[in-house]
């Protein structure tokens, strides 16, 4: 997507990476960058924080769990009915830990701040928390390098809309951006590179299909 966007604003492009949400909002304030290209949650919270596209996608809600209590998962009306006796892991933005609160209200959540302590929680077999709420396409790929655990979305499916970023203040290039992200939905694109990336499906071809994290991992399709 970013090097499409360069493309059609026939601009140059370059890559910098940033740890964390407080460093990206740095960097964008003091002009170091234009557009944080990292789906982040649309919500009041990151509103107050960046300056939000309009939705580039809906993100189901995942659960890391380990593999064999997969079906303790299966619903969040189960999940809630064990109250406070459930520890989950959930990323320590507040917008992160509101929505988790709607979810499981009951539940005793354990903040986590980069992906670096996921992987720690995994590595030690996540014996402190019963899941970590993260987006399922995350997730599952996550559980690519941890493979005793699993990812599951419990029903009815709670979503997540994400977007990109820019500096609050910059209203032409957000401007300039949610018009190209318009044009993107409209011809299909945001669409088609979710169905390559994800589904696997995009290229019609008597290849293959490509590896997806949706059919290979979570199983959804065939």
């Given at each position: 997507m970013a090097h499409r966007f360069a493309r059609r604003i026939e601009l140059p492009i370059e890559f910098l990476p940033v740890s964390s949400q407080v460093q990206a909002a740095e960097s964008l304030d003091a002009g170091t960058c234009d557009i944080l290209m990292v789906s982040f949650p649309i919500s009041v919270i990151t509103s107050q924080r960046f300056a939000m596209t309009s939705p580039t996608y809906n993100s189901p809600v995942g659960a890391i769990v380990r593999d064999h209590r997969r079906d303790s998962f299966r619903s969040w009306n189960e999940v809630r009915q064990r109250g406070a006796a459930v520890r989950v892991a959930v990323p320590a933005a507040a917008d992160s830990?509101?929505?988790?609160?709607?979810?499981?209200?009951?539940?005793?959540?354990?903040?986590?701040?980069?992906?670096?302590?996921?992987?720690?929680?995994?590595?030690?077999?996540?014996?402190?928390?019963?899941?970590?709420?993260?987006?399922?396409?995350?997730?599952?790929?996550?559980?690519?390098?941890?493979?005793?655990?699993?990812?599951?979305?419990?029903?009815?499916?709670?979503?997540?809309?994400?977007?990109?970023?820019?500096?609050?203040?910059?209203?032409?290039?957000?401007?300039?951006?949610?018009?190209?992200?318009?044009?993107?939905?409209?011809?299909?694109?945001?669409?088609?590179?979710?169905?390559?990336?994800?589904?696997?499906?995009?290229?019609?071809?008597?290849?293959?299909p490509r590896w997806s994290v949706i059919r290979d991992v979570l199983g959804w399709v065939n």
């Open positions: 830990i509101s929505n988790a609160k709607s979810l499981l209200p009951e539940a005793t959540l354990v903040p986590f701040s980069t992906t670096e302590d996921v992987k720690r929680m995994l590595e030690s077999g996540a014996q402190d928390v019963d899941a970590i709420l993260h987006a399922a396409e995350n997730g599952a790929a996550l559980t690519l390098l941890y493979p005793e655990f699993s990812v599951v979305v419990p029903t009815p499916s709670a979503f997540i809309p994400l977007g990109y970023s820019v500096a609050h203040g910059n209203d032409e290039l957000l401007k300039t951006l949610n018009a190209w992200l318009g044009e993107q939905k409209a011809h299909g694109t945001v669409d088609e590179l979710y169905r390559y990336w994800m589904l696997g499906q995009a290229a019609k071809t008597d290849k293959p």
